[in-house]
């Protein structure tokens, strides 16, 4: 079993800045994607942004350019870095994680508030 611990979020206003991190405990079976997830109130859990274990990222449309995310394999940690902080960016974020047999793992979920 892999656990995540999330960390990083809080309360920022409009156009601030905010690092999410994400730590998952040493597994027998690599990590080969990691990813965040976020989900406003009322709304469904939608994706944000994946990294692989080689080069790969990339981002859903509405934080394109915003955010970024990256990976430190030795720390077995990936960071969500979040710029320019809209208030549709309010939401709990969840850290994703996926190993080498496919399976999924989720964290607890982090809250992010970013007021107008």
């Known amino acids: 079993q892999v656990q995540l611990v999330e960390s990083g979020g809080g309360l920022v206003q409009a156009g601030g800045s905010l690092r999410l991190a994400c730590a998952a405990s040493r597994n027998r079976f690599s990590l080969t994607q990691m990813a965040w997830y976020r989900q406003a109130p009322g709304k469904q859990r939608a994706w944000v942004a994946v990294?692989?274990?080689?080069?790969?990222?990339n981002y859903a449309d509405s934080v394109r350019g915003r955010f970024t995310i990256s990976r430190d394999i030795a720390e077995n940690t990936v960071y969500l870095q979040m710029d320019s902080l809209k208030p549709e960016d309010t939401a709990v974020y969840y850290c994703?994680?996926?190993?080498?047999?496919?399976?999924?793992?989720w964290g607890q979920g982090t809250q992010v508030t970013v007021s107008s």
């Open positions: 990294i692989t274990s080689g080069v790969y990222r």
């Open positions: 994703n994680a996926v190993d080498d047999l496919g399976k999924n793992y």
